[in-house]
């Protein structure tokens, strides 16, 4: 066993001896390199490429360092500077003891090298009659104009550098926009493809005439990506495109949808809604205000109706009146079996009254009870609710039920129930979003 791993050792180092002279480093030219040799230019144009070229402005002065690490007898040194195609462009001499020393070459431009790809520096032994190569250094360049266009976009190669675009894209920001474009015609970004941020691209926005630098371009409130998303017209500040009778820009800034017409579902179209002060985003908020509102203005009309029985009959005549009503029927009972005002004489009002002389008489036309209706309903926007016919005129709520009866049957007027009231209009006047008229 000891025989075998002596005999295994020996053919180890035979090996190593055998590979070992392919581990030294050889110049260009075949012969092995003895020195560091390094050579780096200073003035290189900020470029983002993956390779590890160095590109140069041709027009611009620059500076070539660089440094090596050698020692012969004679510490005496050359560094000479080759293009690619082995033209020697220059050369310095340098004495200099042991250690890592540093050569500088100025150039005012690179029009020498315009056409290479790679510069190569030669470190030499310069002790008279011993000229020995001792190491050498390639360096990759790519020589630009400043005023040239790499990539043919029409904006130059120092205009994309101060505009952070690429020398070598077209559209930097993929937007199907060329960069020289982006700058020069439109004032978009080259680097990012919404300029303005509305989530709308800058292609798709100058495709439809709209703003690629304005997020709205209408001036609504509404950014045209939004408007985009949601099918309402982006160079219409006015619009109302769900015909509800507000305008998008309204409803876009109260949180209801401007493409539906009744946003919560309740039945009621959101400009009707606003206009009873119910909450177009919450169905809830519909059937308690009808209820508030029935509640009231029941508590009203009883209020009205009482004051109106008390001043027509004496106080305690007619609180047994009614007393006695609302044990045979109810309060309904007391009401419909009230006799019209109209049908009696009034004495309260005659005898308070002087007599009207032939030069005092009205010089109005005397109303009939359709009359009233009608013009009551002109002066509110062509519809009220019952109640308001019964308290602006104080009629019964049975004279008002069966005038409006009539009426109805005449077609001068259209009454819809909602909740616990009715709505009376003017024919063709009843509003939007409301339910088809019932007949009581």
Not at 117 to 131: A, C, D, F, H, K
Not at 287 to 304: E, H, K, Q, R
Not at 325 to 353: C, H, K, L, M, Y
Request: charged share 25%; aromatic share 6%.
């Amino acid at each position: 066993m000891t025989q075998r791993r002596a005999l295994f050792v020996i053919g180890i180092c035979i090996l190593t001896t055998l590979v070992a002279p392919a581990s030294v480093a050889a110049s260009p030219d075949g012969t092995e390199d003895t020195a560091f040799v390094e050579g780096e230019f200073t003035n290189t144009v900020p470029v983002k490429q993956s390779d590890d070229s160095a590109y140069l402005w041709e027009t611009e002065s620059n500076t070539l360092e660089v440094t090596f690490n050698a020692s012969n007898e004679s510490n005496l040194y050359k560094l000479c500077v080759q293009a690619e195609d082995g033209e020697q462009i220059g050369c310095q001499d340098k004495s200099a003891a042991e250690g890592t020393q540093n050569v500088t070459f100025e150039y005012e431009n690179l029009s020498t090298f315009e056409k290479s790809e790679n510069v190569t520096v030669v470190l030499w032994n310069n002790y008279p009659g011993q000229s020995e190569k001792l190491g050498t250094d390639t360096v990759n360049v790519s020589i630009i104009e400043k005023e040239g266009d790499i990539d043919s976009d029409e904006l130059s190669n120092v205009n994309e550098l101060s505009n952070n675009t690429s020398m070598f894209l077209m559209d930097t920001d993929k937007d199907s926009l060329e960069d020289g474009a982006e700058v020069k015609n439109y004032g978009t970004s080259p680097t990012d493809a919404d300029t303005d941020g509305d989530n709308l691209g800058d292609a798709m926005e100058l495709s439809n005439s709209l703003s690629p630098t304005d997020a709205d371009t209408d001036g609504d409130g509404i950014p045209d990506g939004v408007e985009n998303r949601l099918g309402t017209p982006p160079k219409d500040p006015t619009a109302d495109t769900d015909n509800d009778g507000l305008s998008d820009a309204y409803e876009y800034a109260h949180d209801s949808n401007p493409v539906v017409a009744d946003t919560d579902g309740d039945g009621l179209r959101d400009g009707l809604e606003t206009k009873l002060g119910t909450k177009v985003d919450d169905a809830r908020t519909t059937p308690l205000l009808l209820f508030a509102g029935g509640t009231l203005l029941g508590v009203v009309t009883v209020g009205t109706r009482w004051v109106r029985v008390s001043e027509t009959y004496p106080f305690s005549g007619s609180l047994n009146r009614v007393m006695r009503n609302r044990e045979a029927g109810g309060d309904n009972a007391a009401v419909e079996s009230e006799p019209e005002p109209e049908t009696r004489p009034d004495t309260r009002q005659s005898s308070q009254r002087p007599e009207v002389s032939e030069t005092q008489q009205p010089s109005k036309p005397i109303l009939t009870d359709e009359d009233r209706v009608v013009q009551l309903l002109r002066e509110n926007d062509g519809w009220v609710y019952q109640s308001t016919i019964v308290e602006s005129n104080n009629w019964s709520k049975s004279k008002v039920s069966r005038l409006l009866s009539r009426m109805c049957d005449d077609g001068t007027i259209e009454k819809i129930s909602v909740g616990r009231q009715n709505i009376v209009a003017e024919k063709g006047s009843m509003p939007e979003g409301v339910a088809s008229p019932l007949e009581e």
